[in-house]
């Protein structure tokens, strides 16, 4: 079965032999994966009046445990969005009374973010659903081929540089 990737890759060989054209096999899908993916959690956040930088900022604030809050600084390293991205949602956030900044306990010139219990509740209804839709994204791999895809991915994205400051999550 051939993809879109595997026309590229055919036209590519033609016109430039010369060239090993085969990294576009790997990154031109991932490419391709991440807007689908992309699209496909879109959908989902937007059920529950969301957007993935909005989630991201909520879930990040809901798995720090109680009592769900941290600095911005904690904040921006735990998530997986930009630091311009996190300013712009906690406004947004702060104004839907899903957050709160309230002055810093360690830092009198910082606020500190906390979920609100209207933002738990929220974040709390949409987990399921985001996590039945990365279910039914990778759906059609077997058990074997998404822990080979994990391991893999892993490695690329250590030998990027995308590495955890404070080590491996525990088991």
């Known amino acids: 079965m ?3 990737v595997d026309r590229v890759v055919q036209q590519w060989g033609a016109e430039r032999p010369d060239l090993d054209v085969s990294p576009m096999e790997v990154i031109g899908r991932l490419k391709r994966l991440t807007r689908l993916v992309d699209a496909e959690l879109k959908r989902t956040f937007a059920e ?8 991201d900022v909520l879930a990040t604030l809901r798995r ?13 390293q735990s998530s997986m969005v930009t630091s311009g991205a996190i300013s712009q949602r906690l406004d947004r956030l702060e104004a839907r009374g899903l957050v709160t900044r309230t002055p810093s306990g360690s830092d009198g010139r910082s606020r500190d973010v906390a979920l609100t219990p209207e933002g738990q509740a929220l ?6 659903d985001h996590l039945a839709t990365e279910h ?12 080979a895809l994990v391991e893999a991915l892993r490695t690329l994205l250590v030998h990027l540089g995308d590495t955890s400051a404070r080590g491996p999550a525990p088991e």
């Open 2 to 4: 051939a993809d879109h």
């Open 48 to 55: 529950h009046d969301l957007d993935a930088a909005s989630f």
């Open 64 to 76: 720090s445990g109680p009592p769900y809050r941290l600095t911005p600084t904690g904040l921006l």
């Open 123 to 128: 974040i709390d209804r949409a987990l399921p």
């Open 136 to 147: 039914r994204v990778l759906a059609g791999l077997d058990e074997p081929q998404t822990e």
